[in-house]
């Protein structure tokens, strides 16, 4: 087991320390206040005035809630992911393997413990699914919005409002929001350039006021970048439209949004005992000789490199088209109406292109090819190129009532969602004489092997009132209701001889899941004009997963006995999540410490019914020996703290850190076939216990400013019964931006940027890919460090 590094024990240490000193002077420093001023919006910027302001706090929710603007968004890197920006929020982990944070496939999302399929995601109100790789529900941030049109993103570490529109925020919420038209007209050029050939162009033209309160924006994007450890080419091109019209009775907001992508990815590396492990393991292309020469005549890789074999080439193709109309009437001076319409179509399709003789995969080709060649069957190169192609055609409503009366602030909404999704998994030829490329769709299948077709409608119900009993002093209350009603087909079933222990077809059926009442309640006590203490306790739900054919979903069992013993017996993950806080912003003299804001959180969260894939117990004898199911395996239980401030030295200078201790542990062992996996009081695996963020920002002048971004995640364990882990890291970015100190008659507000990651070049394990067993785990390393260079400017 590795340890954390002494050099990153002292730099978390000296953090702390600072955190906690700052936080006493500012306590120091402080006299009673009166009656605190009128409530702030549901998200203020609570940095005093001429201040650099990093993350905004919320000052009327009941629970944790912070933000990032989309300002301080792209400071981390012009183009980033949304989510990656959340890194430098308390209690959050977050890893991927490219610099924008784009890649899904080694995509690592944790909060509190829970992790990114265990989290509700929005945009503008729109749900996102949970996020898994494989889609059936849903779409990346980034897929749905541009980043640069990105106006804030919102981390409640709860469960939540109890409004948002999702089936799997059990652990928090993630909301994005876009940014409106500008007021005045304006033609925005943004272009980056940097390391592995990459480079993202940008382009949005802003209507300005065209009269009658109304308004647009046009964007349009191309990314594209070198993979910095093996020859793939990442691409994205993508196009966003929004109008507004702000009237009198109300403002109407039409958004679309098209996104087409390509991502070629690497696998995991393997590590156990005896096997060789690489610290990159990507695949072949484009040397397609090298390809040849690296299997046997039968088409298996060297066997000294075991499972950690290399592909031909790996990737996933996304294209995507979303859309809502929402209206916000204005019914009276203290009533508001909201309704929204979305709609979203995927069409996307996951490629890997790998040896014939690997995994199993000659008994299932022989299931179909009986008695053949199977390397002649498939182009006789040696490789097969097997794709999951999806499906996602949804659509649905939100309609919200929020009124205020008197001293009650009155809230009822509404969310329905119909979904159709479908995952077909299919073989195709890699011909050695006309090798594919991952830039391209494969055409005529060999073997379509299952195909499945999941119909899924959701209705979720919510009714809240605040009620203000004093100027200071606020209650919440309030509930949800969260309705499923899944069915599932498979109009493409598998040969039963491709199936294992007997099998003779994959699951079709129905599951209805009702919760009516997932109640919340919180209060909010303004102690002072600077000083906020809050309370929250919340129920939630994370329905189950409606995709065939991959992930912990009932329609992906190995058998139809798996499936009807899953409905009769199986409940519904939920959380009961318990908070306690402090906000606190104010001016200070004390010296060269001039404000300080920032939150403290206290936290404990009751997981029940935590599901899991494992092997079935013999003793049910309705299963085929060997069959997979889906069960629960008891609870898991969280303590922890999170803390975030910023410590303003004057207008040139602030310091934000977030600092965060997380302890979540399993209540219970569970068996495996007949074996007990010994869980119980073992730490939830790839969440690290103690992590900090810093990020440094210094500006000497109106035309310059640099920050430095410090991101420290601790050790890690990678296997359920905690046997293995990886070790901890610190790593460092660096921004420096301004403006050109001229200006021309064509190019306006001429600003440049300089953005380095990893800048200390440090290398190790970023995230491991958790082991269920004990022995072994995958993981994905630490990229090294780049450059990249942006120029923008208004017309």
């Known amino acids: 087991m590795n340890v954390t590094p002494k050099s990153d024990r002292s730099a978390l240490r000296l953090s702390l320390t600072a955190i906690a000193a700052a936080t006493l002077c500012a306590s120091m420093a402080h006299a009673a206040d009166p009656v605190p001023a009128a409530e702030a919006p549901v998200v203020q910027d609570t940095t005093p005035p001429g201040a650099i302001a990093t993350v905004e706090i919320s000052t009327r929710k009941t629970r944790s809630s912070v933000a990032m603007s989309g300002t301080e968004i792209q400071k981390v890197m012009p183009g980033v992911n949304p989510l990656k920006a959340l890194q430098a929020l308390p209690g ?24 990114g399929q265990q989290l509700g995601y929005t945009m503008d109100g729109v749900p996102l699914g949970d996020q898994q790789y494989g889609n059936y529900n849903g779409l990346a941030p980034q897929r749905a919005l541009t980043s640069e049109n990105v106006r804030s993103v919102v981390l409640s570490t709860g469960a939540g409002d109890l409004g948002t529109p999702s089936t799997s925020n059990l652990g928090g919420t993630v909301e994005t929001y876009s940014s409106d038209p500008l007021a005045r007209r304006n033609l925005n050029l943004q272009q980056t350039v940097g390391s592995h050939k990459a480079s993202r162009s940008f382009v949005r033209f802003d209507s300005g006021d065209l009269g009658g309160g109304n308004s647009l924006y046009l964007s349009a994007l191309h990314h594209e970048a070198k993979a910095w450890d093996f020859n793939g080419r990442q691409s994205n091109d993508q196009v966003n439209a929004k109008f507004v019209h702000q009237g009198e009775s109300g403002k109407l907001t039409i958004f679309a949004n098209w996104s087409d992508k390509i991502e070629p990815n690497e696998d995991s590396t393997l590590h156990q005992a005896g096997l060789a492990s690489p610290y990159t393991r990507p695949f072949l292309y484009p040397d397609f000789a090298a390809a040849l020469a690296y299997l046997d005549a039968n088409g298996a890789p060297p066997a000294a490199v075991g499972a950690n074999f290399r592909n031909y080439y790996s990737d996933a193709q996304r294209t995507d088209k979303l859309a809502y109309v929402k209206y916000d009437a204005y019914l009276g001076d203290d009533l508001t109406w909201s309704n929204q319409y979305y709609f979203h179509h995927n069409d996307g399709v996951g490629v890997v292109a790998g040896p014939i003789n690997q995994a199993g995969l000659p008994a299932l080709f022989r299931a179909y090819y009986p008695n053949q060649n199977l390397k002649s069957v498939f182009g006789n190169s040696g490789y097969a190129t097997r794709t999951t192609e999806y499906k996602i055609n949804r659509q649905g409503a939100t309609s919200i009532l929020r009124w205020d009366l008197g001293a ?3 809230q009822a909404g509404l969310w329905f969602e119909h979904n159709n999704s479908g995952a077909y998994r299919r073989w195709y030829a890699l011909d050695v004489n006309n090798p594919s490329t991952p830039y391209q769709r494969p055409a005529n299948p060999l073997i379509t092997q299952y195909g499945s077709d999941i119909d899924n409608k959701v209705v979720q119900f919510h009714l809240q009132d605040e009620w203000k009993l004093t100027p200071a002093f606020t209650v919440q209350g309030g509930f949800k209701s969260s309705l499923q009603f899944a069915e599932g087909i498979f109009p493409v079933q598998q040969l039963p001889a491709a199936l294992s222990g007997g099998s003779q077809g994959l699951p079709e059926g129905k599951i209805t899941t009702k919760k009516w009442f997932l109640p919340q309640v919180g209060a909010r006590w303004d102690i002072s004009s600077t000083d906020q203490l809050f309370a929250n306790i919340q129920k939630n739900m994370r329905q189950f997963v409606t995709y065939g054919g991959g992930g912990n979903s009932p329609w992906s069992l190995s058998s139809q006995p798996a499936f009807d013993y899953f409905k009769a017996t199986a409940k519904p993950e939920t959380s009961v999540t318990y908070e306690l806080g402090l906000r606190d912003s104010r001016q200070l003299d004390f010296g060269p410490l001039t404000a300080f804001d920032g939150q403290v959180t206290l936290y404990h969260v009751d997981f029940r019914d ?20 889906l069960s629960n395996v008891g609870s898991v239980k969280t303590d922890g703290v999170d803390l975030g401030a910023t410590l303003h030295f004057g207008r040139p200078f602030s310091f934000y850190n977030a600092v965060s201790y997380n302890r979540s542990r399993y209540q219970d062992s569970y068996l495996s076939g007949t074996t007990v996996v010994p869980t119980a009081g073992k730490i939830v695996p790839n969440t690290p216990e103690w992590m900090n963020k810093f990020i440094a920002t210094y500006k000497p002048g109106a035309d310059i400013e640099v920050q430095l971004q410090g991101d420290y995640v601790g050790k890690r364990f990678a296997t359920y019964t905690n046997d293995l882990g990886v070790g901890s890291y610190f790593l460092l970015g660096l921004n420096v931006s301004g403006k050109v100190p001229f200006a021309t008659s064509v190019l306006k507000n001429l600003r440049w940027s300089v953005n380095v990651t990893n800048l200390a070049d440090r290398k190790g394990v970023l995230q491991p890919n958790v082991g269920q067993a004990s022995g072994s785990y995958a993981t994905y390393p630490i990229p090294p460090r780049m450059g990249f260079v942006t120029l923008k400017a208004d017309i």
């Open 408 to 410: 009650h602030r009155l």
């Open 610 to 629: 935590r599901q899991l894939a494992i092997s079935s117990n013999p003793i049910i004898t309705s299963f085929a020996g060997g069959t997979t199911i």
């Open 92 to 115: 959050v982990s977050f890893q991927t393997a490219d610099p924008w944070g784009n890649n899904e496939q080694n995509l690592s999302l944790f909060v509190h413990g829970f992790n």
